[in-house]
């Protein structure tokens, strides 16, 4: 599968710990995304990179949110002292340069649950 | 302000009904619109677009700027197309908004 990759796929993390997700778009996009999404909600936008750098920070992401991609491949998410309120679907994409005609593909998520 | 509403959260039919899952949306400027659909324990993956003006697995979608719509239509449903709809517009910066989505549950 040369898709949109993520890992880990679930995660359980107890309050406080810190856990960072990994995601690996499809080779050669340019554009990689974040979103999160919630049960009964539809994906909410968090952040998203052109290359290396990170072009746009939604509100969502609090300052215990960060997210890095390197070399403008892989990307991760880290999210420091967990709360209950973090669980929930984090959903990474990517297309090549914005603009119209450019499809965003998604992954398959990573369920996070802090309990 | 930037949004999508999807008003139906669940839409239940027969095999062969015609559907139409709704979608409005709020956009100053010219939008572009995507409808997604996940299938069960599948990723959310692209539909259709209204650019392209086509139709995919027998689903079509009109842009309607007066009524800022842009609701996906089949006129015979199948057992197969049952899932979760989301709606989605490219906003600006790029990046999509989505609604909450409906889901279409389709009856043998």
């Known amino acids: 599968d040369t898709g949109v990759s993520q890992d880990p796929r679930h995660k359980i993390t107890k309050r406080g710990q810190n856990v960072t997700f990994r995601c690996d778009p499809i080779?050669?996009?340019?554009?990689l995304y974040w979103y999160r999404q919630t049960l009964g909600q539809g994906p909410e936008f968090l952040t998203y990179?052109?290359?290396?750098?990170?072009?746009?920070k939604s509100r969502l992401l609090s300052d215990r949110f960060s997210a890095e991609r390197p070399k403008g491949s892989f990307s991760t998410l880290e999210i420091q002292r967990t709360e209950q309120g973090d669980s929930a679907m984090y959903l990474c994409?990517?297309?090549?340069?914005?603009?119209?005609?450019?499809?965003?593909?998604f992954g398959e998520g990573s369920w996070l649950t802090v309990v | 302000a930037q949004r999508v509403t999807q008003p139906e959260k669940l839409l239940s039919v027969f095999k062969g009904a015609p559907v139409e899952l709704k979608c409005n949306y709020s956009?100053?400027?010219?939008?572009?619109l995507f409808w997604y659909v996940q299938y069960s324990r599948q990723r959310l993956q692209l539909l259709l677009r209204?650019?392209s003006r086509e139709s995919i697995k027998g689903f079509t979608a009109d842009l309607n700027k007066g009524e800022t719509s842009f609701h996906l239509k089949k006129p015979f449903a199948q057992e197969e197309d049952s899932a979760m709809y989301y709606c989605?517009?490219?906003?600006?910066?790029?990046?999509?908004?989505f609604g909450t989505g409906t889901r279409l549950q389709v009856f043998p």
């Open positions: 994409a990517s297309s090549l340069a914005g603009g119209s005609g450019n499809t965003i593909y």
């Open positions: 080779s050669e996009h340019n554009r």
């Open positions: 990179f052109q290359n290396e750098a990170q072009l746009e």
């Open positions: 956009y100053s400027g010219s939008p572009e």
């Open positions: 209204h650019i």
């Open positions: 989605a517009l490219r906003g600006t910066p790029d990046k999509l908004i």
